[in-house]
């Protein structure tokens, strides 16, 4: 019984980083194109999502791609019905 205990930790800690590593890459990109207010929210957004999986033991690089794809059609929405354009956004699409 500890050693499962001991293995639970270890993938806790194991997703713990995973997941800080794929929020911090998503939320450096949208600081990059929308600013910060705008990857707050994102920030948010994306760990509502990953808050609301089942199972976060059995995550594959597909699942969080997955969380983070939701988090940034949300900030398309978002974004794009506001009409927010920026110049760092006209760059990177150039």
């Known amino acids: 019984m500890e ?3 001991c293995v639970q930790g270890q993938c806790a800690l194991s ?3 995973l997941a800080e590593r ?3 890459a998503f939320m450096s990109a949208v600081t990059e ?3 910060p207010e705008q990857a707050r929210i994102a920030a948010e ?3 509502y999502r990953f808050e609301s999986t089942d199972e976060p033991f059995e995550f594959t690089t597909g ?3 997955r969380i983070t794809i939701a988090a940034a059609s949300r ?3 978002r974004v794009v019905g506001s009409g927010y354009k ?3 956004l006209k760059q990177a699409l150039a």
């Open 3 to 5: 050693q499962s205990r």
């Open 15 to 17: 997703l713990r980083r």
């Open 22 to 24: 794929e929020l911090s």
């Open 33 to 35: 194109l929308y600013g």
């Open 45 to 47: 957004d994306w760990i």
């Open 63 to 65: 699942e969080w791609r």
């Open 75 to 77: 900030l398309a929405t």
């Open 86 to 88: 920026t110049t760092r």
